[in-house]
């Protein structure tokens, strides 16, 4: 029997092209990873009426995402086409972004995906194994020729867009220069606690559309933000408007025109985020929000070295927007 759709239609953005994204999204990046446990978890948020979910090859979460898509197909709670996937070129796949996408989507089962990105502007080399590389592992990045095979894989429709993500004003304004086709989102992180500003000005008036990932703060994380949901500030707007400081995270990257990958396994949890759209903040509240410390988590610290790495420091990565 046919389960259930949810009645919710979740909000979207149009994206420059290749259809539209949805406004909440799913993010899988978690470890250690139990796939079965997963799988029924996206199951669950896709009743609830998550209809972006957010992967990457690096996550190893593919295959859940693929077989929970799979099983919500089967059950008719939606069609391929209500659902939004993105994910990701890892570093060592520089070299061949086809094969990579094609791995991609044997893994997840589909025969496209919405949105595929580079992941982080780095170039390893094709045998690094471990997300933190080794000093000889990092190669010299080409920008152009990864871009041009990225393209490629929007003309052989194996993904109806292709987009970049943690790439600072520079490096988008750059890829902007030469790009036959323009990367439609560019993911990054943005929270309550670093607000992107000047990106996202860059991202409006170039058309590119802004998704936040750790939008909580990655609490979960050993280098994520504790204090983000406990935040006295957060607090108060919460309770204000009968609101959890959660849904007040989420719904303040809504109202600054990009959307979120938030992660949650919990059912209560994925509840709760998606009724952050019923919140509505205002004036007062987004001036509050401004007087929050920034403090960037996801430094990429790991990708940064003084002899092997293009990038000396993080200020060279982020291009000084740190
Ligand atoms: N492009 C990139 O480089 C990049 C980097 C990092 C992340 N991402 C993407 O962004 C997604 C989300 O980022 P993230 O996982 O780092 O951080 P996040 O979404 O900010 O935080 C996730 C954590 O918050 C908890 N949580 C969820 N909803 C909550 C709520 N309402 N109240 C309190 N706690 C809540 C989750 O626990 P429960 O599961 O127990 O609810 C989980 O531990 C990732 O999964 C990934 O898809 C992309």
């Known amino acids: 029997m046919a389960e259930e759709s949810s009645e919710r239609e979740i909000m979207r953005r149009k994206l ?20 079965d446990s997963m799988e029924a978890s996206i199951i669950k948020a896709i009743k609830i009426g998550y209809r972006h979910l957010d992967t990457a090859s690096l996550y190893g979460s593919e295959e859940a995402v693929g077989k929970a898509i799979k099983k919500a197909i089967a059950n008719k709670i939606v069609k391929r086409e209500d659902i939004f996937v993105t994910t990701k070129l890892w570093c060592n796949e520089h070299h061949d972004p086809l094969s990579a996408l094609n791995s991609s989507l044997k893994r997840l089962g589909l025969e496209y995906v919405d949105s595929y990105m580079i992941h982080w502007l780095v170039k390893l080399k094709p045998w690094a194994s471990d997300m933190v590389p080794k000093e000889d ?28 993500s943690n790439f600072s004003s520079k490096k988008l304004l750059h890829l902007l220069d030469f790009a036959s086709l323009p990367p439609a989102v560019n993911q990054v992180e943005m929270h309550l606690m670093w607000r992107q500003r000047k990106l996202r000005e860059v991202c409006s008036s170039k058309n ?11 609490p979960w994380n050993p280098y ?4 983000l949901l406990q935040h006295p500030i957060v607090h108060s707007i ?5 609101a959890t400081p959660a849904q007040v995270a989420l719904r303040w990257i809504l109202s600054m ?17 998606m ?20 403090k ?9 070295n003084a002899t092997t790495s293009q990038y000396k420091n993080i200020q060279e990565l982020w291009d000084g927007e740190i």
């Open 224 to 227: 994520g933000l504790k204090n």
């Open 257 to 273: 025109g990009a959307s979120a990958v938030v992660k949650s396994f919990n059912e209560s949890r994925l509840e709760e985020n």
């Open 238 to 242: 919460a309770s204000k408007h009968e």
């Open 208 to 218: 590119v559309h802004v998704t936040a990932y750790s939008p909580l703060g990655s």
């Open 275 to 294: 009724a952050s759209f019923a919140l509505k903040l205002d004036e007062q509240d987004l001036q509050e929000i401004d007087k929050l410390e920034e």
């Open 16 to 35: 420059s092209y290749g259809g539209s994204i949805p406004l909440l999204g799913l993010g899988t990046f978690t470890y250690p990873i139990d796939g």
């Open 137 to 164: 592992e990092f190669d010299e990045l080409d920008l152009e020729t990864t871009w041009n095979h990225m393209e490629k894989c929007v003309d052989l429709g194996l993904t109806k867009t292709i987009g970049v």
């Open 296 to 304: 960037k988590m996801a430094t990429g610290e790991f990708l940064v």
